[in-house]
């Protein structure tokens, strides 16, 4: 039985000088921890560099706003690049005002309505279905809603216009939009 007493002390012995080196261990493992941390929280953070494809890109969450924003961009391209250009003939100022809204109306609801429901197709034509529909409302509005007091010269400077117009006002709309979000204005 003395032997059986000696093992087991033999065994709590070599037990707690386990325990004191592993302490030891996990004492040396947190205070690495700490230190790692320490590390992590003063470095600073870099920006990660993510490529995102928004389709009609939205200025603001509300949509009344979103719709002021808009035709306030659009009035202001569609009447630059007519003047510049001379794409287009207008009776007065206020029929250019007309069409932007009009047109603003038309296309928020023509961007929807493909966003929401034909995505795929928006997908496989790289984002030309849009171009498709715009032209197809500048159209219609040149022809069907104001007649003579304001028509574009030529199909092909309506053509011209709408690609024109598209690409500086991604451009512009990019620029707002990264403004917006470093300002984070909501």
Do not use: C, Q, W
């Not at 003395?2 to 040396?28: A, C, H, Q, R, S």
């Not at 287009?88 to 007309?98: P, Q, T, W």
């Not at 529909?133 to 092909?156: H, K, Q, R």
């Amino acid at each position: 039985m003395n032997k059986d007493l000696k093992k087991e002390k033999d065994k709590k012995e070599i037990n707690e000088e386990n325990l004191g080196v592993e302490k030891e261990e996990l004492e040396t493992l947190l205070k690495a921890i700490e230190e790692l941390e320490k590390v992590k929280s003063t470095r600073k953070k870099e920006p990660r560099n993510i490529i995102s494809i928004e389709f009609g890109g939205v200025f603001h969450n509300n949509i009344y706003i979103n719709f002021i924003f808009s035709f306030i961009l659009n009035l202001t391209l569609i009447y630059l690049i007519i003047e510049l250009f001379s794409f287009a003939e207008y009776n007065d100022i206020i029929y250019v005002v007309i069409l932007a809204l009009v047109y603003t109306f038309f296309e928020s609801i023509y961007k929807s309505y493909i966003l929401f429901h034909h995505f795929k197709i928006i997908i496989k034509s790289l984002g030309f279905i849009f171009y498709i529909g715009y032209v197809a409302i500048f159209y219609s509005l040149d022809v069907y809603v104001f007649g003579d007091s304001f028509n574009f010269m030529d199909e092909t400077f309506l053509v011209a216009f709408v690609a024109i117009f598209m690409l500086v006002r991604y451009i512009i709309g990019t620029m707002l939009i990264k403004y917006f979000r470093k300002r984070n204005i909501k």
